[in-house]
């Protein structure tokens, strides 16, 4: 402190005793006031100290507790484990009890299906063991099984042949004439030259009866019946594309349906008509052979 600072500090001093009075109430009051407004702020700071070390102490303590503990814990299970390890050396092995693991309980499935296991294998077992009884059983079969396939044999032969179409009392050479004459049955109508009239055939029955001989009156009647028209002077032809004929060709079948009814089949195709698949029925009429209808598809 320097003398300018002295000499007032003194000034006031001495200004303040000869001009201010104070008692001593007025002293002791002014005191208590100050240490008031100086404990708050000492409580307040003590507070905070102890709560800081309070903090410190619930973070650092449990570390340190459990690094001691672990030290502990691994000289205490050290020395159990070597006391473990001796008595194990000096007590014999049938000392300490075996305990095995209790096995799960099984479900009505899995019994079956041991119990089918089980069976199988017996099976199997018996038919090992008895290799001689199979021969003789064998044998057995085999010395019966002859007359068996003889029968089945001849039993598949007579099916076969029932399946197939027999033509032992049937000569195709004659469906193969029928189907010929259908072919040439627009060949008897003689049209005149220059117009549609027929000239030797006056009415539609007339040429019926005609074709009546080698197919039925029904049949006739169904091919050409839209095909003529009959006028005041006899019979016409009307214009329109010829029918369609049956190739003889390779590639024809025959089939039966009865002993009076048989048929021949054949796919074909033209420029005319496109592809076909063509059937001719014959049906025994008294003791001649007859197309009974024509099936176009």
């Not at 000499?7 to 008692?23: E, R």
């Not at 095995?100 to 019994?111: D, I, L, M, R, S």
């Not at 064998?138 to 007359?147: D, G, K, L, Q, V």
């Amino acid at each position: 402190m320097d003398r300018f600072d002295t000499q007032i500090k003194n000034d006031l001093n001495n200004y303040l005793q000869q001009n201010v009075h104070v008692t001593n109430e007025n002293r002791n009051k002014i005191n208590e006031s100050i240490a008031k407004k100086r404990t708050p702020f000492l409580i307040t700071g003590l507070t905070t100290v102890m709560l800081a070390i309070t903090i410190v102490a619930m973070i650092g303590l449990p570390v340190w507790f459990q690094s001691q503990n672990n030290v502990i814990l691994q000289q205490t299970i050290a020395t159990i484990s070597e006391i473990n390890l001796t008595l194990k050396n000096k007590l014999p092995d049938d000392f300490f009890p075996v305990v095995e693991p209790e096995e799960p309980e099984k479900t009505e499935e899995q019994e079956e299906t041991e119990q089918n296991e089980k069976q199988s294998d017996t099976e199997i077992e018996d038919n090992e063991d008895s290799p001689s009884q199979n021969k003789e059983e064998e044998s057995e079969e085999t010395e019966e099984s002859p007359a068996t396939e003889q029968e089945t044999e001849e039993e598949a032969k007579t099916d076969a042949e029932d399946e197939q179409p027999s033509f032992e009392n049937v000569d195709k050479a004659v469906f193969i004439g029928l189907v010929k004459k259908y072919n040439a049955m627009g060949d008897h109508l003689i049209v005149k030259q220059g117009s549609y009239k027929v000239e030797n055939y006056q009415s539609k029955e007339e040429y019926y009866d005609f074709l009546s001989s080698f197919m039925t009156y029904e049949t006739a009647k169904e091919l050409w019946d839209y095909r003529l028209k009959e006028v005041e002077d006899g019979l016409e032809v009307i214009p329109m594309d010829g029918y369609e004929r049956f190739s003889l060709e390779e590639g024809y079948i025959f089939g039966q349906y009865s002993d009076t009814e048989y048929y021949i089949n054949r796919y074909q195709e033209s420029d005319l008509f496109g592809g076909t698949d063509m059937t001719i029925n014959f049906t025994l009429r008294g003791e001649a052979w007859v197309i009974s209808d024509v099936i176009r598809k």
